[in-house]
């Protein structure tokens, strides 16, 4: 029995329907598997060509690589001296010898020199992952053991520990918190009932079929995961997905108010909007791979993760959500009804408002803005990306803070977590003392067959001795890095010494020295990326220009109040390397979002009514629908902020206001004045700057065809 046309029209979005069903009940328990084929064992994120990482490959022959140290402090209580309670500590690290996680033999408890603490190291396994905070449980266990001491475990394997405990919730309380607040807002925004749920299920769907693909690669070691790159992911595909979602349903319900027939109604909406998203999602999917070309392999592994993402995002947008839309048709919105646009010479909205305004004084408009915006830009440089120290790394207390500061009170800054120097062991006794002599180191001794520094003769291996440096400062310090670059200084000086540093401290360094690096690579080819999209989206040579140039600067506004923010209100002394690369990347790509979405909207209605009644009434079509859009994805954001991680802070910070900002001040008056001023130059040399302006109108705006997106 064959199927009439319209039985067909009926079954492709049933089979949709069915499909994405079919998707989100197989594939959407892998948006809480990510943790199992994440770590957040920084030494996996290094810079590939940097010394530290070259450091820790040649450590493998020593039988030290990727060794995590967990740090021990006693602190000796009252009546009680750290040179009687030596032996004791000894033992008790002595004891984890062969236990699980635990490589080699622990350090002999070490006095500190005022004889009030004492220090021992013991190296754990790197590769423990979810296990590594029980390893660390066994070593404050077994450290206990030690009457009339107070134990504290701080180093690395403690902050990882620590971070662990911290992403422990991103799978439930992150999601939960963005998806919450997502529905809230379209509730608020929409007034209906049912669209709210269909498009967080959109989203949902979208969120399990990418994590699903991003779970196999990270099995099969294509890409990296960690608990940053996982947050990110769950919370850019919920507000892609959303906003895709936002564009598509309005363009719908604008269609069906107008024509009545759900499937001519979907058509439309498919045909006037899909340019659009695509645009918008090749835009952000391409901002995201050029991550690729960073040294620093956790950006590398955001790129592909995050684009495959935003397809995900638009893929379900572009699919699941027109499918429903036709089968429930105007019962999607309900209790709300579709309803054409606002008849021309009303004037009522605030969207028509904002648009009379463009229209009356577009110089005064969009000098504001721009003063404004410079004035916040102003403050950038003073947005220091050095790094977090270690003190700052959570935003609430973390165990391993208190026990570093504890360590730093007594010992050496850099104790227990040593610079390391690989050498020519022929060269070791010149190199130790080159060390001894620089500025910021406390100690310097060769490694001996015990796997201890000093008291033997250096192990050789393969004619190669290491060296542990014990620097002055906490390994996380600035000084600390400042350090290790008049080390190498002073050692790479050594002739024939072919010598290498590593260690926390040179890591650290160079990931800092790297994603600067990165950023000069990496936001040109952003920008290029962007501008050729838009030409190709645009047809235009002026707009792209005018369109990049515009979410530059308010990049460049939003770093500006952050540094305050940052250090005003949030009290940090300092901003994770990454942030800015990360922010540009986001905010540019995001940015320019919007813009396609006015400005494509804009280039229709001027193919229509000319150029000046184009702006005003692409303007008015879309205010409310990207501003609900920028709400959303602000919020969801913003709620990266539930992980107490100072790097997820400041991105969900940056982001969040960043895209408000350009949601509200850019994207509603800039672009509009600017575009509304230039006139038809704007879109030179394509077919619309040839065409003579259009005639004036009294009321411009409020003739719009789509009205105001905020009503129902």
């Known amino acids: 029995m064959s199927l009439t046309p319209r039985r067909a029209m009926w079954l492709i979005p049933v089979v949709l329907l069915v499909a994405w069903l079919g998707i989100g009940g197989t594939l959407g328990p892998y948006a809480g598997r990510l943790g199992e084929v994440s770590t957040n064992d920084q030494a996996a994120f290094l810079p590939r060509s940097a010394e530290s990482t070259k450091v820790v490959a040649q450590q493998r022959a020593f039988q030290q690589a990727g060794t995590v140290p967990a740090i021990v402090v006693w602190t000796v209580d009252g009546g009680s001296t750290a040179g009687a309670l030596r032996s004791t500590a000894t033992r008790a690290l002595a004891s984890l010898a062969g236990t699980p996680g635990v490589v080699g033999r622990p350090s002999p408890a070490l006095p500190s020199k005022d004889g009030k603490a004492l220090e021992g190291v013991v190296q754990l396994r790197p590769d423990l992952g979810r296990k590594l905070p029980d390893a660390v449980d066994r070593v404050r266990t077994a450290a206990k053991a030690v009457p009339g001491a107070t134990v504290a475990i701080a180093g690395p394997a403690a902050s990882q520990a620590d971070l662990g405990d911290a992403f422990a919730g991103i799978d439930g309380l992150l999601l939960g918190v963005a998806l919450a607040t997502v529905l809230v807002i379209l509730l608020l925004v929409y007034r209906s009932v049912l669209l709210p749920f269909l498009i967080i299920l959109g989203s949902v769907f979208a969120l399990g079929l990418a994590c699903a693909i991003v779970y196999v690669l990270a099995d099969h070691g294509v890409v990296r995961v960690d608990g940053q790159v996982q947050g990110i992911l769950s919370i850019l595909v919920i507000g892609a997905a959303t906003d895709y979602a936002l564009l598509l349903s309005a363009r719908f319900r604008e269609e069906l108010a107008l024509s009545g027939d759900r499937f001519t109604a979907a058509r439309s909406a498919l045909r006037q909007s899909s340019g659009a998203i695509v645009a918008s999602a090749g835009t952000v999917a391409l901002g995201l791979l050029a991550l690729l070309l960073s040294d620093l392999t956790n950006n590398r592994s955001l790129g592909p993760v995050g684009a495959i993402g935003v397809a995900c995002a638009a893929l379900s947008s572009l699919t699941f959500l027109p499918a429903v839309l036709v089968l429930l048709g105007r019962a999607a919105y309900w209790p709300a009804k579709p309803r054409p646009a606002s008849g021309a010479g009303t004037g009522d909205g605030i969207w028509n408002r904002v648009a009379a305004l463009v229209d009356r004084a577009p110089r005064k408009v969009w000098a504001t803005a721009l003063a404004g915006l410079i004035a916040c830009a102003a403050f950038a440089p003073t947005l220091t990306a050095k790094g977090i120290p270690l003190s700052e790394i959570f935003v609430n207390d973390a165990p391993s803070v208190a026990a570093q500061e504890t360590l730093g009170r007594h010992f050496p800054g850099g104790s227990g977590n040593p610079a390391v120097i690989i050498a020519n062991a022929d060269r070791v006794t010149q190199v130790t003392s080159a060390a001894l ?276």
């Open 437 to 712: 002599k620089t500025d910021g180191v406390a100690s310097a001794a060769a490694v001996t067959a015990s796997g201890r520094p000093g008291g033997g003769e250096p192990r050789i291996v393969d004619g190669r001795v290491r060296v542990d440096v014990t620097l002055r400062s906490a390994a996380d310090s600035d000084a600390a890095k400042a350090t290790v670059a008049r080390l190498r200084t002073a050692v790479h000086a050594v002739p024939g010494a072919d010598a290498l540093v590593g260690g926390y401290a040179a890591q650290q360094y160079d990931t800092r020295q790297t994603a600067v690096r990165d950023r000069t690579l990496i936001v040109p080819v952003v920008l290029a990326i962007i501008l050729v999209i838009l030409v190709g989206l645009l047809r235009s040579l002026v707009m792209p220009v005018l369109l990049v140039a515009t979410v530059a600067l308010n990049f460049l506004a939003t770093l500006g109040i952050s540094s305050l923010v940052f250090r005003h209100g949030f009290g940090f002394t300092g901003t994770d390397a990454s942030v800015p690369l990360y922010g540009f990347v986001f905010l540019v790509a995001l940015g320019v979002d919007y813009n396609i979405f006015l400005m494509s909207r804009v280039r229709e209605e001027s193919l229509r009514h000319g150029v000046r009644q184009g702006v005003l009434r692409g303007l008015v079509a879309t205010g409310g629908v990207i501003t609900s859009a920028g709400v959303v994805l602000a919020a969801t954001f913003a709620a990266l902020g539930v992980i107490p991680l100072a790097f997820l802070v400041q991105i969900a910070f940056i982001v969040a206001f960043g895209v408000l900002l350009d949601t509200l001040v850019v994207r509603s008056l800039l672009v509009p004045a600017l575009v509304r001023d230039i006139g038809r130059r704007a879109w030179w040399p394509g077919a619309l700057s040839r065409d003579p302006e259009d005639a004036p109108d009294p009321a411009p705006a409020s003739g719009a065809r789509g009205g105001e997106r905020l009503e129902v």
